[in-house]
């Protein structure tokens, strides 16, 4: 009997990562990383890395493993992810896959498209045509030839709206279409999957908690760090959730009370986003809408009746 794999989806703050150190225990598996901030090592606090104590509880994988000055794309984590599969598969492991970025999950379970590169002279020109038309202009446009991709990306995210562009300028063909091709790395029968939904409210509350939480561990620290770095501010760790609000405070252009509640604000709003992604990407996997760890792990092991309860 092959290894199991699981696949384990929510929200930020929504209680996936005590669920897969739990299974990981129960089933003596791995666990590996399925969250794109989670990457970097510069910020464990901000992205709620998994502490040492808990990652001395199971073996983690792809945690802190990037400098924030690298930018990661999709595919550069499946190739990472592919290889944990075969070794640990070889090796005879079970693997707990964990993490809110829905892209990551949708390339294991659907493939990634072998998008043709886009010349740099391309690149620079769908910049130079967001930053001439604005963002709502801009996306309008994409809207007309990319709808799907139009309405996934979050507002504000101008890297991933010019790389949506871009690739149709240059492709002819939508991003959202390309992205329907390619081989997944696990098969249908490889994988189990559930999706973490606790009450909406309740989810607010604990993301508010969460950031005064990393405030009083040392998020304002690890903000300072990187900005001293002077690094890109389009690199996607400069653009995690946290990152921009707090750095408002470190610069003094904030108070701290207005930087932790414009985090706050857009904590939710990340949940909100992830949320609708999981209902629209993943309405097939089981819910566990569960508000509590206990409860939560007790609607997993009646879907996994085999593994003893830990």
Not at 31 to 37: G, L, Y
Not at 239 to 258: D, H, I, N, Q, Y
Request: glycine share 8%.
């Amino acid at each position: 009997m092959e290894p199991r794999i699981w696949l384990i989806a929510g929200p930020t703050a929504s209680g996936k990562s005590a669920l897969a150190l739990r299974l990981a225990e129960a089933a003596d598996a791995e666990i590996v990383n399925a969250d794109s901030m989670q990457l970097y090592r510069d910020l464990r606090i901000l992205t709620a890395r998994p502490s040492p104590k808990e990652e001395a509880r199971a073996p983690h994988h792809l945690f802190g493993i990037v400098d924030a000055a690298v930018g990661w794309s999709v595919g550069a984590w499946l190739r990472a992810a592919h290889e944990r599969i075969v070794s640990l598969t070889e090796a005879h492991r079970p693997i707990v896959f964990v993490g809110g970025t829905g892209l990551y999950f949708r390339a294991l379970t659907r493939g990634l498209a072998s998008i043709p590169p886009v010349p740099t002279e391309a690149r620079r020109e769908a910049e130079a045509d967001f930053d001439l038309m604005g963002e709502m202009a801009f996306r309008g446009r994409l809207g007309a030839y990319d709808p799907a991709a139009a309405a996934r990306i979050a507002p504000g995210d101008r890297q991933r709206l010019v790389r949506a562009w871009e690739v149709y300028a240059h492709t002819g063909t939508p991003l959202s279409d390309w992205q329907q091709t390619g081989e997944p790395v696990l098969s249908g029968d490889a994988w189990r999957a559930v999706a973490l939904e606790p009450p909406r409210d309740l989810l607010y509350r604990r993301c508010d908690a969460r950031l005064e939480a990393m405030v009083a561990q040392g998020a304002l620290d690890e903000v300072a760090a990187l900005l001293e770095r002077g690094l890109d501010p389009e690199l996607p760790a400069m653009k995690a959730v946290g990152v921009r609000e707090f750095a408002a405070f470190v610069r003094g252009e904030a108070t701290l009370s207005e930087a932790l509640l414009a985090a706050q604000r857009e904590t939710r709003r990340y949940a909100k986003r992830q949320l609708t992604w999981m209902r629209g990407q993943m309405a097939g996997w089981p819910r566990l809408p569960g508000a509590t760890e206990e409860e939560q792990w007790r609607q997993f092991i009646a879907l996994e009746p085999s593994l003893t309860p830990g």
